[in-house]
């Protein structure tokens, strides 16, 4: 017997997800030190948490923390 479900249409498509380039990885960290929690960055950005997440871990993106740091340290003109 087929179980039938509540909140999914046929044909449906899966929501389409960004791939983060160095720059956005860069916005992450920045986002990350302003409070903003993981899943929040990821809508923010248009991505999936565990792409956030492996750029705060230093899995992916490794250095953007220190462009992210240069970014936040630069005088205001």
């Given at each position: 017997?087929?179980?039938t ?48 997440a ?24």
């Open positions: 017997m087929i179980e479900t509540n909140g999914v249409q046929p044909g449906a498509i899966a929501p389409q997800y960004r791939v983060l380039n160095a720059a956005d990885a860069a916005l992450v960290w920045v986002l990350k030190w302003s409070g903003d929690a993981d899943h929040v960055i990821a809508n923010k950005l248009g991505t999936m948490p565990t792409r956030v492996d750029i705060l871990a230093e899995n992916t993106h490794v250095g953007s923390k220190d462009q992210a740091t240069k970014m936040v340290a630069q005088p205001k003109e």
